[in-house]
């Protein structure tokens, strides 16, 4: 009887992980179809402010899924920032 157990790849890819960059590193790629969220504070409530590839802020939205959406309706990609 032959044994059944495969090596199952890992949950998190090379490539996946290749999608994660600093600031600096998104800034120095000037990739312009990106871009981030980061928490805020604007006037004492919370928020996230979405920034282009080279760090404006471009909006600051309620919360994640709409600063999601906003950078969803610009044509742009959303890159999570370490």
């Given at each position: 009887?032959?044994?059944?157990?495969?090596?199952?790849?890992?949950?998190?890819?090379?490539?996946?992980?290749?999608?994660?960059?600093?600031?600096?590193?998104?800034?120095?790629?000037?990739?312009e179809q990106?871009?981030?969220?980061?928490?805020?504070?604007?006037?004492?409530?919370?928020?996230?402010?979405?920034?282009?590839?080279?760090?404006?802020?471009?909006?600051v939205?309620?919360?994640?899924?709409?600063?999601?959406?906003a950078?969803?309706?610009?044509?742009?990609?959303?890159?999570?920032?370490?």
């Amino acid at each position: 009887m032959a044994n059944s157990t495969t090596k199952q790849p890992e949950a998190t890819s090379k490539t996946a992980q290749s999608l994660v960059m600093s600031e600096i590193e998104l800034f120095n790629l000037g990739i312009e179809q990106v871009a981030y969220i980061k928490p805020v504070l604007v006037n004492g409530a919370k928020g996230f402010a979405v920034h282009n590839a080279q760090g404006e802020a471009m909006t600051v939205a309620a919360n994640k899924d709409l600063a999601l959406n906003a950078i969803r309706n610009q044509d742009l990609y959303p890159i999570s920032l370490h």
